[in-house]
């Protein structure tokens, strides 16, 4: 039996719909924070234990019998680290054959802020003697289409990636990939370094959207400050806006290039490219 944390969410609900194409629904756990959320699982045939990453105890009784755990990190930026340790103490105790964990490209290495929380995980995960595998995703090209509406309004994109070269694929191709360690075999201290096939510089991300819209986008590469000020006003939280300018300035850096194509040789199939992302969103999808 494989539970999936984060079930609800948006990764969550497409690596078990991913899963549900390899595995009967009556072998897969979703572990959610909000019965509620999780009535269109449960309809399914799959399985609902209530946990939140912030009640330690919840965990034994989410993960009891439990094969395999997909951790999908949390989503509570300085909170995680800690969360996450809630889920890997608690599958050590039930004795979980395999955890997989969602981390960040090159996590070890990486200058993205937010890959603290995730090295520390990893850490923690080494320590625990938990046979695991890591997913070190890049970037979801829908942290880019999800501002579309905005960007085509304001006729600009803005960001301080500069020339930076991002490789990013769908979320529902790091689904598949997750979907892809829980049903193969043989995955314990594997780490796969995951990312799109293809990159692209925000300004081609720009251009496809001018192609796309028959309208004049440029992009504007403003500095971290400016960026982090410009998202604060726009309504993020502090905290947020800070990570999101800090990942562009990592962007630059090629902190979420990656040419291995691991992703696509995991998933058996090219990754999404950015332009069908860009199309779907202005078609009204994510
Ligand atoms: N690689 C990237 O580009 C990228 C981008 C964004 C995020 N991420 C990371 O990847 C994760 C999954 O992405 P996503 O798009 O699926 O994010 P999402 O839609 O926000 O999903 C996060 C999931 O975590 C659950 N969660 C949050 N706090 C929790 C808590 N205290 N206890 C139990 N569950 C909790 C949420 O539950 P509810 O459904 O009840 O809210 C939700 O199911 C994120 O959490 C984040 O760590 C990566």
Redo the contacts with the bound molecule.
Sequence with gaps: MIVI????????RLVIAAVLKKMSASSIVA????RD?ARELAALGVGVRI????DPPAWDAALKGADKVLL?????LGR?AR?HRAVIDAAKREGVKLLAY?S?LRADTSVLGLAAEHRETEAYLRASGVPHVLLR????T??YTMGIPAIVAGGAMYGCAGEGRVS?AA?AD?AAAAAAVLTLPGQAGKVYELAGDGAYTHAEFAEELSRLTGRKIAYVNITEDEYREALRKAGLPDAYAAMIADSDTGASKGALFDDSRTLGRLINRPTTPMAESVAAALAGGP
């Design positions: 944390t984060g079930g609800t969410g948006q990764l969550g572990a959610v924070r909000n959320k946990a939140d990453y912030n999908i990190s949390a989503s509570e995680r969360q969602t960040v995703n890049s970037w979801y829908e942290n990013s979320r790091y």
